[in-house]
């Protein structure tokens, strides 16, 4: 059984230019939430999507965008990228209504220069 | 604001004792307490969930408090081997709230 994939695992940017991560959910999962992880910090709530719709928010700007897509997986979208988005970005799934601990994937490592 | 504090130093201890995390908040009332674990470059694994209504739970040679008037966690791993040194982070979460509140995590490390 599959735990949560994402891709890709490292990812170099410029200032300015756009990024896509990806996620696949565990399998029966429904729900995807996206975190940001500096180093040396805590996961960073950014977004939680469910049945195809943003359900949660956290404190980022609205250049952090998302999408979910009828089979669970879901995007992360970042546009006009900063240096201080240079961070590990992780995707949890869990099911909705069961709150039993999220399942995290190994996370993307991007690295704005 | 919210604030989650774990252990602010790293904690080093010898196979065999009983390693204890603190995990304490502020200007929050979660509905449940979780631990999760977290080797460099991979992501966190959950490990354990805590409810307010509880006030410890097992599982194996891990062990968690939950103290909601002193606002406090404790999450103990007896008989510790040095495959338990590790990033310990707790976080938070509020009933139906849908996220998540990390702390920064403590860094332990089980010296043989």
């Known amino acids: 059984d599959a735990g949560v994939t994402q891709s890709p695992t490292h990812l170099i940017k410029t200032r300015g230019q756009q990024v896509t991560l990806r996620c696949s959910p565990k399998?029966?999962?429904?729900?995807v939430s996206w975190y940001q992880q500096a180093l040396g910090q805590g996961p960073q709530f950014i977004f939680q999507y469910y049945e195809e719709e943003e359900r949660q928010r956290g404190n980022f700007p609205d250049r952090f965008s998302g999408h979910q897509f009828p089979n669970y997986s879901s995007e992360l979208n970042v546009n006009a990228l900063l240096l201080g988005d240079s961070a590990l970005y992780l995707c949890?799934?869990?099911?909705?209504?069961?709150?039993?601990?999220?399942?995290f994937g190994s996370g993307t490592r991007l690295t704005v220069v | 604001s919210q604030k989650i504090e774990q252990n602010s130093e790293a904690l080093n201890i010898q196979e065999g004792k009983t390693a204890t995390l603190t995990c304490n908040y502020t200007?929050?009332?979660?509905?449940?307490l979780q631990w999760y674990r977290q080797d460099p470059g991979r992501g966190p694994v959950f490990l354990l969930l805590i409810r307010e209504n509880e006030k410890e739970k097992r599982k194996e040679r891990l062990k968690v408090t939950f103290d909601t008037t002193l606002k406090q966690s404790l999450f103990h791993i007896t008989a510790s081997q040095p495959a338990d040194s590790a990033t310990y982070l707790c976080a938070l979460d509020k009933a139906n709230a849908g996220k998540s509140t990390f702390g920064d995590g403590t860094t332990l490390t089980v010296k043989p």
């Open positions: 949890a799934s869990s099911l909705r209504g069961v709150h039993y601990g999220y399942t």
């Open positions: 200007n929050y009332s979660p509905a449940y």
């Open positions: 399998s029966g999962h429904d729900t």
